[in-house]
């Protein structure tokens, strides 16, 4: 059985999202929405982070407290889109390592093209996030969680801030050991396999390329 994803419906969330999927905002607002969600939707994803017990003195007393131990994390972005999560990722775990991951959805054969990839040199030994604002058909995330596995990776999840049913589905069965994160799980794909209502080309109105 795959995991069960998790749909963050904060209040938050909800309402940036929302300005999010408006077609009257512009690159300059739409990028710093997605920031300002991938920074809240990281919160929820790291709420299983183990931890230790220390001891310390505070001005006042001694006590007993907590750290955050085990397997260091690392981020990997899905260029391009993945690329306007980091900031806010990375403002709530800045020591963790990125890595990036190239692929492109192919127009014609909606089939994922990968055209880089560089990872950590301990990336086997790092817990990851995958990060992408979009999962469709699921193409491009199975194949990027595919070349960390290859790479070693252990223990993956996946944060994107909508999914189509179609992507989520295609992407618990080729990979049921990943944890999804997402914002929106949406209506469906459309025939272009664009998702709907979803909020139209996150690369291209991230990076004001259309
Ligand atoms: C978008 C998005 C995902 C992919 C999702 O990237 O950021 O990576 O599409 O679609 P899928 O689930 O059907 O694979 P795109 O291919 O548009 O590339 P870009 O980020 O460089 O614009
Ligand atoms: N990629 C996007 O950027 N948007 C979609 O709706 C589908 C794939």
Known sequence: MPNEPYILNHPLIQHKLSLLRDKNTGSKEFRELVAEIANLMCYEATRDLPLKEIELE????????KIISGRKLAFVPILRAGLGMVDGVLRLVPAAKVGHIGVYRDPQTLKPVEYYCKLPS?????????VDPMLATGGSAIDAIGLLKKAGVKNIKF???IAAPEGMKALQEAH??????????????????YIVPGLGDAGDRIFGTK
């Open 159 to 161: 944060m994107c801030i």
């Open 122 to 130: 301990d990336i086997s030994e790092r817990d990851v996030i995958v």
């Open 58 to 65: 505070t001005p006042v007393a001694s006590c007993k407290t």
């Open 176 to 193: 049921g050991d990943v944890q999804i994160y997402a914002a929106s799980l949406d209506e469906c794909l459309n025939e272009d396999a």
